[in-house]
C-alpha cells in the first residue's frame, strides 16, 4: 500500500513531463507518454553515414556518430536540453541517456565499445554550474549498457565562453585545441564513445578527437542527445 503522505505529496505537487508540463503518470519518467512518442528522433544509429556521420567526413575518423533527436527552435523538446544544462536539473540527463540506450541497444549500436568519454566541462565552468551535463546523459548510457566512463583522462584546459550565439567560425576558433590528453595509454586499443548533450556544427568534439590523435589504435564513435536542426 502506497505511504498516504507520499500519496498527498503527488496530488498537492504533481510530478510534470518537461516538455508539455502535463502530469506524468506512475512508471513515467521526466516525459509524458504523448511527448515520448511524438518525440523526433532522428533514427541516425540505423543509418550508416548518416547526416551527423558526414558532417566529420573529412574532419577526423569516426567508427559511428549518432543523435538520439532533432532539436528544432521554438520546439517544447528544448525544455529537456535547457533544464539539463541551464535549470540544475542534471537527473533529465541520466533519465534521456537511459531512454537512448533502451532503444539503441538492442540494434548493436554500442556493440564493441569499451569506454564512455563524456565531453568534459572547464573546472570553473563545472564549478558554476555544478556539474557536466554530458556526464550525467553518459551515466544513463552507463546503466543501460554497462559500458564504463572515464571522467579523468580528457580534460578540458582552457576556459571559454559558451558557443551559443556564436557564428561557425566563430565555434570552430573558440575550440580550437582547448583539450587536452593525460595517460593517453588508457585508451590505446580502444574503442571510445565520445558523449555531448548537443551537437551544432560539431566543433567541440572534433575538437576532443583532435585530442586523442596520437593514441595508438584509438577508434572513436560519437554520440549526442540531441542535433540542431535548421
Not at 38 to 60: C, I, L, Q, S
Request: hydrophobic share 40%; charged share 20%.
Amino acid at each position: 500500500m502506497q505511504n498516504p503522505l507520499l500519496s498527498l505529496w503527488q496530488l498537492l505537487f504533481p510530478r510534470r513531463c518537461v516538455v508539455c508540463g502535463a502530469p506524468i503518470s506512475e512508471g513515467e519518467e521526466v516525459l509524458c507518454f504523448h511527448c515520448n512518442i511524438d518525440m523526433p528522433r532522428t533514427d541516425f544509429h540505423r543509418t550508416p553515414a548518416n547526416p551527423m556521420e558526414r558532417m566529420f567526413w573529412g574532419k577526423v575518423p569516426i567508427v559511428r556518430a549518432a543523435a538520439y533527436f532533432y532539436y528544432y527552435k521554438g520546439s517544447n523538446y528544448r525544455h529537456i536540453l535547457y533544464g539539463l544544462k541551464y535549470g540544475g536539473r542534471k537527473e533529465l540527463g541520466a533519465a534521456m541517456g537511459r531512454f537512448m540506450a533502451t532503444e539503441w541497444l538492442p540494434t548493436g549500436f554500442f556493440d564493441g565499445m569499451d569506454v564512455i568519454v563524456p565531453v568534459p566541462l572547464h573546472v570553473r565552468k563545472q564549478k558554476e554550474r555544478g556539474y557536466n551535463q554530458s556526464e550525467w546523459i553518459a551515466r544513463g548510457v552507463s546503466e543501460v549498457t554497462s559500458i564504463p566512463i572515464d571522467t579523468d583522462s580528457l580534460v578540458r584546459s582552457r576556459y571559454t565562453e559558451t558557443q551559443t550565439h556564436r557564428s561557425v567560425a566563430q565555434r570552430w576558433d573558440n575550440v580550437d585545441g582547448i583539450f587536452a590528453l593525460r595517460c593517453p595509454e588508457r585508451f590505446a586499443g580502444k574503442h571510445l564513445l565520445l558523449l555531448d548533450d548537443v551537437m551544432t556544427t560539431g566543433s567541440t568534439l572534433t575538437a576532443c578527437a583532435d585530442a586523442l590523435r596520437g593514441v595508438a589504435d584509438v577508434r572513436i564513435s560519437i554520440v549526442t542527445l540531441a542535433i540542431v536542426s535548421g
